[in-house]
């Protein structure tokens, strides 16, 4: 992370990321014939078995760490039925990215 925290450009490549993410997860609901509720539950069952099994390299549990964070926070929104997928996809990258901007690491 750059000393000043992450910037607008670097939260987007994140924010594309993760939009990706979903995507190719939306399109594999439709071919196993699933709600994307049911999806996202079965990936973040996924992604804990296999952080529970300890067999993947530190590097790749953070990015699994914020892929189910992610989906976490997608399923939560998507669980309380007010908005569409798509709306609500973007109201979650939103304020996903934007935290993550927020992050600054203390002077010493």
Known sequence: MPPSGY????????????????????????TNN?????????EIRSINR???KD?????????????RKFYELMLSELSKGNLETKKV?????????ENIRLIHVPSV
């Open 34 to 42: 699933e709600d994307t509720l049911a999806g996202l539950k079965r």
């Open 55 to 67: 067999l993947v390299a530190e590097y790749e549990r953070s990015v699994l760490n914020l892929t």
């Open 7 to 30: 910037n607008q450009q670097q939260t987007n490549y994140l924010r594309n990321f993760l939009s990706s993410c979903f995507d190719s997860l939306c399109e594999e609901v439709k």
């Open 50 to 52: 296999i952080l529970d």
């Open 89 to 97: 996809k973007s109201y979650v990258l939103d304020a996903f990215v």
